[in-house]
């Protein structure tokens, strides 16, 4: 049999769990190369990510380090680059690092929010889909709040201080939740009174985390409810 060389772009929960499947149905065949190739030389557990953006977490609580992930399986490479193109024609992968050559290519690099052409969201708001996405709007929000504890015009002082989450998915409604208990540290830290900080959530749809049974679903609006977050619904 002749070399192959197996290429894995994109090493989060799709990438990983298939590398690990193809190292073991591999194990001590030489003429399989596997190669793993990701932005980053960790994995991002990206289901916490609203975590680190509200300060409940550090980063690199969420970050695993992928040699350590891989360190039992000897037949797979590692590169930690960037992919810019792939050459489906002369089978390569370039990075901005490298190239790498393949037989079999496995395309894991996730997706990207969608914001259903909402008018404002784009230009305005901020997205949560990546470690660098949590940091941005983690600082964002500490650097927002404490410039509206300093305003003094109340409208301006108001809008500073309202947070307002586009979208009751999982990723929503799970960063609303956060929020809810982010905002009394930050209140503390910013010496105001916790409901100075308003959280908005704004749906399309008539009813939120609409994935979710409506039992489920009308336990999480009851507690957002309870917790004063306002509904922006069926704009
Ligand atoms: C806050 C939040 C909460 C969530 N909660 C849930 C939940 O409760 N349940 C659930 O099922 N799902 C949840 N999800 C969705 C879940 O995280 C994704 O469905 C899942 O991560 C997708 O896995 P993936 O491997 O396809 O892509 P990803 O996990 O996005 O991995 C893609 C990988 O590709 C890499 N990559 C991308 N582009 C390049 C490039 N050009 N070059 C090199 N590397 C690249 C990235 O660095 C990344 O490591 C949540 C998502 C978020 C953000």
Redesign the pocket.
């Known amino acids: 049999m002749m070399a192959k060389n197996i290429v894995i772009?994109?090493?989060?929960?799709?990438?990983?769990y298939a590398t690990k499947k193809l190292a073991k149905r591999f194990k001590g065949n030489p003429e399989v190369h596997i190669t793993l190739?990701?932005?980053?030389s960790y994995?991002?557990y990206?289901?916490?990510?609203?975590e680190v953006a509200t300060e409940r977490v550090e980063p690199d609580s969420i970050q695993y380090d992928l040699q350590r992930i891989f360190h039992k399986q000897k037949n797979v490479q590692l590169i930690t680059?960037?992919?810019?193109e792939i050459d489906k024609e002369n089978k390569k992968v370039i990075?901005e690092n490298g190239t790498y050559p393949f037989d079999s290519l496995l395309i894991?690099?996730?997706?990207e929010p969608n914001d259903f052409g909402t008018p404002g969201v784009k230009e305005n708001g901020f997205t949560?889909?990546?470690m660098e996405d949590a940091i941005t709007l983690r600082d964002h929000i500490n650097l927002i709040i404490r410039k509206g504890a300093l305003e003094r015009d109340p409208k301006k002082r108001q809008a500073m201080l309202t947070l307002v989450v586009c979208g009751s998915g999982?990723?929503g409604a799970?960063?609303v939740g956060e929020l809810i208990d982010y905002k009394k540290v930050l209140a503390r830290e910013n010496k105001i009174d916790p409901s100075e900080i308003k959280i908005m959530l704004v749906e399309a749809a008539p009813t939120i985390i609409n994935m979710l049974d409506r039992t489920n679903a009308a336990h999480a609006e009851a507690y957002f409810k309870k917790n004063n977050v306002r509904f922006e619904q069926n704009p």
């Open positions: 772009i994109g090493a989060g929960f799709s990438g990983v190739i990701d932005r980053h994995f991002t990206m289901t916490r990510l609203h680059d960037n992919v810019s990075g894991s690099m996730g997706g949560l889909w990546s999982f990723t799970e960063t």
